[in-house]
C-alpha cells in the first residue's frame, strides 16, 4: 500500500470522504488522492516522494507558484511578531492599500478569511444598501458555500429555485434568482417582473464551470441593467482577481462594479478572503454603518503580510507573458488531443485554461456540462501517472503561475502525446 491510501484510509475514518474540501477526494475521476508532503515553484511533492508539475496551484492562490522566497520569508518575519492580536495592526492597512492600489471599483476594502465570507458579506451590504432581498446569480458560477448561493434550478421556470444540497431552507433560496451565464436577455426579463432585487453576482470570466468567458456585451449590459433598476453588481473576482492582470477582469474589460470580492490570490497562499467597493456603499458597513460584518481572524498578521509579499511581487509581474506561454501550451495540449480524435473544446484567459471534451462552443453551464467527463476522467488519470496533476474534475480551471518553466510545459506536452483514449 502506498503512503498516500494508508493515509487515505485512515482520513477517510477520521474526516468526512477523508477531505475537507470535496473535490478532493477525486471521485469524479475515480481514483484516490494523492496526499502531498511539500510543494515548491511549480512542483508538488507526494508523500511517497514523487514530484509532480501542478496546474492547480492550490485551486488559483498561487500564482507566483509555492513556496516563493519572498511570500515565505513575510510569513516567517510575521509569525515572530505574534500570530494574532484581534486588535488593528499595520499590515492590514498595507494590504487594504495594495488592493485600493490595484482593483479600479475598490475605493474602501474589508479583509475577512475567505471567498465564501467575501461574497456572503458583499451580498448582506448589497441587500442593507439597497433596502430589496433579490440576489440574481447565474447557473455555474460559484460564490462559495453559503446558503444562499447552494441554489438549483428547479424545473420549468427559468427563476424557480430549489435548494443545491439538503441542510439549505427552500425559503433561503426563494430570495435567490438564477439565469443562465451570458444570457442578458434573461437578466432583462428578471428586472422587467421583480422590483426588489438587490444586486446581481457574476464572475466576470467564470472558472468554477470550467473556464467561460463573458459573450461581448454581457458585462456591459450587467452594468447598464443594475444601474437603471438601482441594484449593485457584484463581481466575484475570487478567481481573477490579481489574475486575468493585476487590476482583475474589471481591469481587462474596463467595467466598474459597485462591489469585489477577492480571495485565493490575495491572501498568497493564507486563508483571506476581502469585499470591497465604492465608499459610500462600503461605509454602510460597522462600524461607520448599520449593517454587521465581523471576523475573530479577519486581517490575520500573517495572511495581511502573506498577501502584501505576493502583490508586491504581482506588481511587477509579466502577465503578458505568462499569458503568451499559457495561450501556446493550453492550444498545443488542444491540438495533440484532438489528433487522437476526441472532440476538445479549449477556453482560455491569461494563465486559466479549460480543455472541455466536447465540440464548442461552450457559453453557459449547459454547454459546460456536454463535457465527457469519461474522457477526462482518462486524461487526468494518465496525465498524473505521467507525473502531471490536472484538477480531478472535468469542470475547473488549468492554473499556470510565473513558476512554470518552459520545461514544464515541455513535459506536460510530452505525457499528452502518450495518452491513449
Ligand atoms: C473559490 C471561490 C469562492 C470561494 O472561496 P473560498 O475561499 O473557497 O471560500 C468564491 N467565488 C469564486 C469565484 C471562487 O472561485
Known sequence: ????????????????????????????????????????????????????????????????????????????????????????????????????????????????????????????????????????????????????????????????????????????????????????EAVRTLFETRPDIACVIVEPVAGNMGLVPPAPGFLEGLRELTARYDALLIFDEVITGFRLAYGGAQAVYGIDPDLTCLGKIIGGGLPVGAYGGKRRIMERIAPCGDVYQAGTLSGNPLAMAAGLATLTQLKKADYAGLEARTTALSEELAAILRAKGVPVHLARAASLFTLFFCDGPVTNFDEAKKGDAALYAAFYNQMRDAGVLLAPSAYECAFTSFAHTDDDFARTLDAAKRVKF
Open 1 to 184: 500500500m502506498t503512503a498516500s491510501a494508508s493515509l487515505f484510509e485512515k482520513a477517510q475514518k477520521l474526516i468526512p470522504g477523508g477531505v475537507n474540501s470535496p473535490v478532493r477526494a477525486c471521485r469524479s475521476v475515480g481514483c484516490d488522492p494523492l496526499f502531498i508532503a511539500s510543494a515548491a515553484g511549480s512542483k508538488m511533492t507526494t508523500v511517497e516522494g514523487r514530484e509532480m508539475i501542478d496546474y492547480v496551484m492550490s485551486w488559483g492562490p498561487m500564482l507566483l507558484g509555492h513556496g516563493h522566497p519572498s511570500v515565505t520569508a513575510a510569513i516567517h518575519a510575521a509569525v515572530d511578531w505574534g500570530a494574532s492580536f484581534g486588535a488593528p495592526s499595520p499590515g492590514e492597512v498595507a494590504l487594504a492599500e495594495a488592493v485600493v492600489d490595484a482593483v479600479p471599483g475598490i475605493e474602501m476594502v474589508r479583509m475577512v478569511n475567505s471567498g465564501t465570507e467575501a461574497t456572503m458579506s458583499a451580498v448582506r451590504l448589497a441587500r442593507g444598501y439597497t433596502g430589496k432581498s433579490m440576489i440574481v446569480k447565474f447557473e455555474g458560477c460559484y460564490h462559495g458555500h453559503s446558503d444562499a448561493f447552494l441554489a438549483a434550478a428547479g424545473s420549468g421556470l427559468a427563476t424557480f429555485c430549489i435548494p443545491g444540497t439538503p441542510g439549505v431552507p427552500a425559503d433561503t433560496v426563494r430570495h435567490t434568482l438564477l439565469a443562465p451565464y451570458n444570457d442578458l
